[in-house]
């Protein structure tokens, strides 16, 4: 019988954990090694050991209405887009107002997770724990790892020669803070990612020239869509979702390309991704485009050399006199605390969970693993529905299927992103698809039959509108009585968020003058039919 469980960090996954927890009876103790919760979004003026790190200018790529806890939204006055100080605020009023932080451990430093010798039958954990130089061992039922994948970061120097003899300085992403030390300077900036991008359009209001270097290209995307409405509010709906699965694949990648080039032709900028059609996930950057137009960050190839003071690129270009290299190369997984690292990495050294939770050769299934996924969709909503499922497993309340079965369902979901992502190891997944499928093994997504009998205008907007948490918050256990009002609701936040100024509406007799062009075109039609 599980009771106590014990939660590996304090970020949004970790929260999210230990309210979930709570919510089922259960008796969490979380783990953190710094001073406060936040995790990535904590930000430091210097990177720390063990720590996820993030620049001084960090903004969100999802819009407050859909990256809220499902059952705690953002007050109406956030901005839709929020700066990492306006989120790490939130984070800690949601720790507050759900009682959180008495089940936080801080300056706690999780050394070592391991099986009791009689794991096969109670599936009980050791967890060894460090602060003030005391160690300490407790034994907890299970165990929720909520590190995150921005800790340990990849720098593949390897892959660059000549970068040894390069006399500028070079750092990983992970290290830049604030751009000022680089006014002045040629910068080279490797990697076309959220971060890279971020970075070289930043680095390009002080450097004297950016460079910014890409292996494959990448679709870039605004966060402000058509009408000015966040592109994940019109994005991320469940029929959009519903369109692309059952339209052929030639028609679905032709509307997706068209989609990613409605703003400008990514291949007039250099960027286009080698794989057009691939569903890797683009990179969020309003600015890059006119940056590059403006000319301060130019689009270079792959690296194939460094010299002492230039770059030689593939494409048989030389840049000259550069001063600094930002490597913004990504992360590696790594869970140093784990004594049996092949629990999670339990197949070539790759991450090897069931649903992207559970390590699925375990005698007993008390482990699990949140927030190790990538989608469209925000991380804290995910969070949530995976730590419901979790527990839902733990207590023996979720049928789990034999482990042949399990693998097999890894292996058909890694064949799924080799198809759409190019890579069958990716941590990507669909966002809609992921959710509604914890969703429904728990008995808490959406029933859109019933709703369009009971409640046809909420029906609706779940359908067509924003795939927004409120929906998993909405039926089945652990719902939320706010969750209706703040779907129907959710329009009007996020316009309150950028109508400061009352402005007067412009009227048009567009609609009208569209409609009766449809009506007239019918009516054409209809008399071709007639007589031909």
Same mark, same amino acid.
């Given at each position: 019988?599980?009771?106590?469980?014990?939660?590996?960090? #304090?970020?949004?996954?970790?929260?999210?954990?230990?309210?979930? =927890?709570?919510?089922?009876?259960?008796?969490?103790? =979380?783990?953190?090694?710094?001073?406060?919760?936040?995790?990535?979004?904590?930000?430091?003026?210097?990177?720390?050991?063990?720590? #996820?790190?993030?620049?001084?200018?960090? +903004?969100?790529?999802?819009?407050?209405?859909?990256? =809220?806890?499902?059952?705690?939204?953002?007050?109406?006055?956030?901005?839709?887009?929020?700066?990492? #100080?306006?989120?790490?605020?939130?984070?800690?009023?949601?720790?507050?107002?759900?009682?959180?932080?008495?089940?936080?451990?801080?300056?706690?430093?999780?050394?070592?997770?391991?099986?009791?010798?009689?794991?096969?039958?109670?599936?009980?954990?050791?967890?060894?724990?460090?602060?003030?130089?005391?160690?300490?061992?407790?034994?907890?039922?299970?165990?929720?790892?909520?590190?995150?994948?921005?800790?340990?970061?990849?720098?593949?120097?390897?892959?660059?020669?000549?970068?040894?003899?390069?006399?500028?300085?070079?750092?990983?992403?992970?290290?830049?803070?604030?751009?000022?030390?680089?006014?002045?300077?040629?910068?080279?900036?490797?990697?076309?990612?959220?971060?890279?991008?971020?970075?070289?359009?930043?680095?390009?209001?002080?450097?004297?020239?950016?460079?910014?270097?890409?292996?494959?290209?990448?679709?870039?995307?605004?966060?402000?869509?058509?009408?000015?409405?966040?592109?994940?509010?019109?994005?991320?709906?469940?029929?959009?979702?519903?369109?692309?699965?059952?339209?052929?694949?030639?028609?679905?990648?032709?509307?997706?390309?068209?989609?990613?080039?409605?703003?400008?032709?990514?291949?007039?900028?250099?960027?286009?991704?080698?794989?057009?059609?691939?569903?890797?996930?683009?990179?969020?950057?309003?600015?890059?485009?006119?940056?590059?137009?403006?000319?301060?960050?130019?689009?270079?190839?792959?690296?194939?050399?460094?010299?002492?003071?230039?770059?030689? +690129?593939?494409?048989? /270009?030389?840049?000259?006199?550069?001063?600094?290299?930002?490597?913004?190369?990504?992360?590696?997984?790594?869970?140093?605390?784990?004594?049996?690292?092949?629990?999670?990495?339990?197949?070539?050294?790759?991450?090897?969970?069931?649903?992207?939770?559970?390590?699925?050769?375990?005698?007993?299934?008390?482990?699990?693993?949140?927030?190790?996924?990538?989608? !469209?969709?925000?991380?804290?909503?995910?969070?949530?529905?995976?730590?419901?499922?979790?527990?839902?497993? +733990?207590?023996?309340?979720?049928?789990?299927?034999?482990?042949?079965?399990?693998?097999?369902?890894?292996?058909?979901?890694?064949?799924?992103? !080799?198809?759409?992502?190019?890579?069958?190891?990716?941590?990507? /997944?669909?966002?809609?698809?992921?959710?509604?499928?914890?969703?429904?093994?728990?008995?808490?997504?959406?029933?859109?039959?019933?709703?369009?009998?009971?409640?046809?205008?909420?029906?609706?907007?779940?359908? +067509?509108?924003?795939?927004?948490?409120?929906?998993?918050?909405?039926?089945?256990?652990?719902?939320?009585?706010?969750?209706?009002?703040?779907?129907?609701?959710?329009?009007?936040?996020?316009?309150?968020?950028?109508?400061?100024?009352?402005?007067?509406?412009?009227?048009?007799?567009?609609?009208?003058?569209?409609?009766?062009?449809?009506?007239?075109?019918?009516?054409?039609?209809?008399?071709?039919?007639?007589?031909?």
């Amino acid at each position: 019988m599980v009771r106590r469980v014990a939660v590996v960090g #304090a970020g949004v996954s970790g929260l999210a954990a230990i309210k979930c =927890c709570l919510e089922e009876g259960l008796e969490p103790t =979380c783990f953190e090694q710094s001073e406060d919760v936040g995790g990535l979004w904590r930000y430091t003026d210097q990177a720390e050991e063990g720590r #996820a790190s993030i620049y001084r200018t960090v +903004f969100t790529n999802s819009c407050k209405e859909m990256m =809220c806890y499902p059952d705690f939204p953002f007050p109406d006055d956030h901005p839709n887009y929020m700066h990492n #100080a306006r989120l790490q605020h939130y984070i800690c009023k949601y720790a507050e107002h759900f009682d959180l932080l008495r089940h936080i451990q801080f300056k706690t430093l999780v050394t070592k997770v391991k099986k009791r010798p009689d794991f096969s039958v109670t599936g009980q954990w050791e967890v060894v724990t460090q602060r003030d130089g005391k160690e300490e061992t407790a034994v907890f039922d299970a165990v929720m790892v909520c590190s995150g994948h921005h800790v340990y970061p990849n720098l593949p120097l390897t892959d660059f020669p000549g970068i040894q003899k390069f006399k500028g300085c070079y750092f990983h992403s992970r290290e830049y803070k604030e751009p000022e030390k680089f006014r002045g300077k040629k910068v080279l900036v490797i990697g076309l990612g959220n971060s890279g991008s971020d970075i070289a359009v930043e680095l390009s209001a002080v450097a004297s020239q950016v460079y910014l270097s890409s292996r494959s290209g990448s679709w870039v995307m605004s966060r402000v869509w058509d009408n000015g409405y966040p592109w994940d509010m019109l994005v991320i709906t469940r029929f959009r979702t519903w369109l692309g699965n059952i339209l052929p694949r030639a028609i679905s990648d032709w509307l997706y390309v068209r989609g990613m080039n409605r703003f400008f032709k990514h291949e007039n900028f250099g960027l286009m991704p080698l794989n057009r059609t691939s569903r890797k996930e683009p990179v969020f950057n309003d600015d890059l485009p006119s940056r590059i137009a403006c000319g301060v960050v130019v689009i270079k190839p792959n690296v194939k050399e460094f010299r002492e003071t230039s770059v030689l +690129f593939q494409d048989g /270009t030389v840049q000259d006199d550069v001063d600094a290299v930002v490597f913004a190369t990504g992360y590696s997984y790594s869970y140093p605390f784990m004594e049996d690292d092949s629990i999670i990495k339990s197949r070539d050294n790759q991450v090897t969970l069931y649903k992207g939770i559970l390590p699925p050769r375990l005698e007993k299934p008390t482990m699990a693993v949140i927030g190790l996924v990538q989608s !469209l969709g925000p991380i804290i909503p995910t969070a949530d529905v995976q730590c419901r499922w979790a527990i839902k497993v +733990f207590q023996g309340q979720c049928t789990l299927p034999p482990v042949s079965e399990m693998m097999d369902d890894i292996d058909e979901k890694m064949g799924k992103k !080799l198809k759409w992502y190019g890579n069958s190891t990716t941590l990507q /997944t669909d966002y809609i698809t992921y959710m509604d499928e914890l969703a429904s093994a728990i008995g808490v997504k959406p029933n859109v039959l019933k709703l369009l009998l009971t409640d046809p205008r909420l029906a609706l907007e779940v359908v +067509f509108g924003p795939c927004s948490p409120y929906q998993f918050r909405l039926m089945g256990p652990g719902k939320w009585s706010g969750a209706r009002k703040a779907i129907l609701t959710q329009w009007d936040r996020t316009l309150r968020a950028t109508q400061t100024r009352i402005a007067p509406a412009v009227p048009t007799a567009f609609p009208c003058l569209a409609m009766l062009g449809v009506l007239f075109l019918l009516l054409l039609l209809l008399l071709a039919a007639l007589y031909c």
